[in-house]
Nanobody, 126 residues
Framework: QVQLVESGGGLVQAGGSLRLSCAASGLTFSSLSMAWFRQAPGKVHEFVTTINWSGSTTYDANSAKGRFTISRDNAKNTVYLQMNSLKPEDTAVYYC???????????????????WGQGTQVTVSS
């Protein structure tokens, strides 16, 4: 059974940085395409960024471009989200998601992801 465990969330001032981590177990990590989504209070899940199984392909939502970077370490079964220049509107619960996929195509809709973490809260104060 695949388990995804996020960590690294917290409270940060606007303009600050956070690095989220998501540790995976239960499947061969290098066979997984990974993504980060977020959900703000009263809003639906929003795609943030994704990375393919090898790390050769990434795709960012417009809200993340230039500020957020996704990366992965297949030796550590972990995907990361480096968030810089944080804004109050980045406040949300951030979820790690995975799909079994060894291609290069990227997916931004949450229904394409089979496995989800429990989420980690990110709060950005103004």
């Amino acid at each position: 059974q695949v388990q995804l465990v996020e960590s690294g969330g917290g409270l940060v001032q606007a303009g600050g940085s956070l690095r989220l981590s998501c540790a995976a177990s239960g499947l061969t990590f290098s066979s997984l395409s990974m993504a980060w989504f977020r959900q703000a209070p009263g809003k639906v899940h929003e795609f943030v960024t994704t990375i393919n199984w090898s790390g050769s392909t990434t795709y960012d939502a417009n809200s993340a471009k230039g500020r957020f970077t996704i990366s992965r370490d297949n030796a550590k079964n972990t995907v990361y989200l480096q968030m810089n220049s944080l804004k109050p509107e980045d406040t949300a619960v951030y979820y790690c998601a995975a799909r079994a996929d060894t291609g290069t195509r990227y997916y931004t809709d949450k229904e394409y992801y089979h496995y989800w973490g429990q989420g980690t809260q990110v709060t950005v104060s103004s």
